[in-house]
């Protein structure tokens, strides 16, 4: 009976048997709905992508502020900007590298001097063809410091861009071995004319066209007919992503089948979605870390007894026990776990000691409550993650006052505004862009105005080290420069936890949450 019922499926998927059809001959056959429609799912999977319908997500971090200039991308636009906007190169699965729009990708044997060929008769959104001066463009434009670009950091390193034909070329201050991984930065979508025109119009050459954009609260994208890569990518008619902060309402939007897809999943709460038969948890382990971030030029914490007080004051295996529950790893004050190639070993753990807290707390000279601002979008679970760090310092004798910031405002307002605030990264490909993203002293989103002069010479040093064992030994230097005198607190470093409705096919994971942002290109709804 199961042949037959699975030869009808079958014939379902290849379009030759409508779903009532099946329904009613599997019925015939005394097989219950469920059971049918099991095969049913199975049929479509193995047919591969089904084109048409609408993908829905629910993602937190929505805020009216927000813009759809790839410049200053953040949290829900950035996941947006994965289905209108095209990449030189992509990070896949595995931590590889993909070609996008470079179709090659080549350098001088010193790295300095690097090539990246450009795709023919790729178009914009706009009909335009994509052309290597367009590259040039986005690069001039995101390297700018008017730009305010998040990218600006990574691309300080850039002493010449030039158009040659289909070639971009790209002459360095100081060679850079990693420099392809740069480029996947989800900032740097490429746009006509760089996007110095109008940045926020939302054209590059992605599967899909934007045509809603309500900033911090809807945005929907339509498949671009000539998109370039049809058979990878864009298989929905539509992509709609709308913003909901609160955890508690992502996940009954889920369930309810208002959308497909969820991120930032709180792991209290993992065990009953999984017991939710028509949903799926994907939890994926990467470079992602919550932090608590303090403004190292500005009083109480441009002390550095003050820092260290508060660094040692954290229990950082609480956090992980009663905030990741298992879904993460304790952190150790510096922005790079085992995920990264060249992983520093050896650098001893950080522990909750109160005791060396107190001290280094009165050495500061310091008294009266410290605030600090948190929020549901800081990450997830972070409101408690305050609470239990305010109870831990209390252990050391320092106060600390919490401060529930609202959703609304968080990320333009607080982030990178205030003194002390929690937060989160992602991780990037490598060691030197996640340092060169949020450690560079001049990088706008050095969300911890850290500045050292040592910290920055070795961070050029190690770009440009062709041989592997001398950059690791750089990067470690680097990281324990970060742990012992920067104002980054890192407890821990998180596993990304996404939701996902069994009506989604092509879910494969890979280093960051949803596909690496690519989940709404990619997937499509099983028919």
């Not at 158009?163 to 989800?186: S, W």
């Not at 740097?188 to 025109?197: A, E, S, W």
């Not at 000279?365 to 305010?390: K, M, W, Y």
């Not at 310092?393 to 919490?402: G, L, P, R």
């Amino acid at each position: 009976m199961s042949q037959e019922v699975d030869y009808l499926s079958r014939c379902v998927a290849a379009g030759r048997l409508s779903r009532r059809e099946f329904l009613g001959r599997a019925t015939a056959l005394g097989v219950s709905a469920t059971f049918a429609n099991s095969f049913l799912a199975s049929a479509a999977r193995a047919q591969g992508p089904v084109r048409g319908g609408t993908i829905k997500g629910g993602l937190h971090g929505g805020e009216a502020t927000q813009s759809l200039d790839p410049a200053v991308f953040m949290t829900l636009p950035s996941n947006f900007g994965k289905c209108w906007g095209e990449y030189l190169v992509a990070v896949v699965q595995g931590g590889g590298l993909e070609h996008r729009l470079a179709e090659e990708v080549g350098s001088s044997k010193d790295a300095k001097v690097w090539t990246f060929k450009i795709r023919q008769d790729v178009e914009f959104h706009n009909g335009k063809t994509v052309t290597a001066e367009d590259v040039v463009a986005t690069l001039e434009r995101h390297s700018n410091k008017e730009s305010k670009s998040g990218a600006l950091g990574i691309l300080a390193n850039i002493g010449s861009l030039k158009a040659d034909g289909r070639n971009v070329i790209i002459t360095l201050k100081e060679p850079d071995a990693e420099l392809p991984f740069l480029m996947t930065d989800y900032h740097l979508v490429i746009q006509p004319n760089g996007g110095k025109d109008n940045p926020a119009e939302g054209i590059s050459a992605g599967p899909y066209k934007v045509t809603v954009n309500q900033p911090g609260v809807r945005y929907v994208g339509e498949r671009f007919a000539d998109f370039w890569q049809a058979d990878k990518m864009g298989f929905a008619d539509q992509v709609e992503i709308i913003a909901i902060n609160d955890a508690t309402a992502r996940i009954s939007a889920l369930q309810g089948g208002q959308v497909h897809m969820i991120n930032m999943v709180e792991p209290k709460v993992v065990d009953l979605v999984k017991r939710v038969p028509s949903l799926k948890v994907e939890a994926v382990s990467g470079p992602g870390y919550d932090v608590f971030n303090m403004f190292c030029d500005t009083a109480p914490f441009d002390n550095s007894d003050l820092r260290m007080a508060l660094k040692l004051a954290v229990d950082r295996q609480e956090l992980v026990d009663k905030i990741l529950r298992g879904y993460g790893t304790i952190g150790n004050d510096f922005p790079i776990n085992a995920s990264y190639p060249l992983f520093p070993e050896g650098i001893e753990q950080r522990t909750f000691d109160p005791d060396k807290a107190k001290f280094h707390y009165k050495k500061s000279g310091h008294s009266g409550p410290i605030l600090l601002r948190t929020s549901e979008v800081a990450f997830a679970g972070a409101v408690d993650a305050a609470q239990l760090f305010q109870q831990s310092c209390a252990k050391a004798d320092i106060a600390i006052q919490v401060k529930r910031e609202p959703s609304d405002g968080y990320w333009s307002e607080v982030w990178n505004k205030q003194p002390f605030c929690a937060t989160y990264w992602s991780g990037r490909a490598t060691q030197s862009q996640m340092y060169s993203t949020v450690y560079l002293s001049t990088a706008s989103w050095n969300d911890s105005h850290f500045s050292h002069e040592k910290f920055d010479k070795l961070l050029i040093e190690a770009r440009g080290e062709l041989d592997q064992d001398k950059r690791k030994n750089l990067y470690r230097e680097m990281a324990i420069i970060v742990r012992d005198e920067g104002g980054t607190i890192v407890p821990m470093f998180n596993q990304f936890v996404d939701a996902i409705s069994d009506k989604v096919g092509g879910y494969v994971g890979g280093i960051d949450s949803l596909m690496n942002g690519y989940a709404f290109a990619k997937c499509w709804i099983e028919a």
